[in-house]
């Protein structure tokens, strides 16, 4: 066997080594990765959704009570404003 043709042997089993690592990478992206990030995906999907619910329950909630107490409402403001002036005036 003379030397290029064992160069042809090494180079054709490296290709057929790329072949099969492409085709256990295709497998792997299909069996794991893709469904992991679909799992990933939704939770945080849910995640959202759960927390956007949360913040406009709070805001309703709060609406509600600046509705019932108005005057206690703009007291907590002016204070709040006050406060905020203070700190960053120095």
Not at 24 to 33: A, G, N, T
Request: charged share 30%; hydrophobic share 40%.
């Amino acid at each position: 066997m003379s030397m290029q043709s064992g160069w042809r042997e090494s180079a054709q089993d490296t290709r057929a080594q790329i072949a099969q690592l492409r085709e256990e990478m295709d497998e792997l992206l299909r069996d794991r990765v893709r469904p992991a990030l679909r799992n990933v995906a939704g939770r945080a999907e849910s995640g959202a959704r759960q927390a956007s619910g949360m913040a406009r329950e709070q805001a309703e909630r709060v609406s509600g009570q600046v509705r019932e107490r108005p005057l206690l409402a703009l007291a907590i403001i002016g204070v709040s404003a006050y406060l905020l002036g203070r700190v960053t005036a120095r």
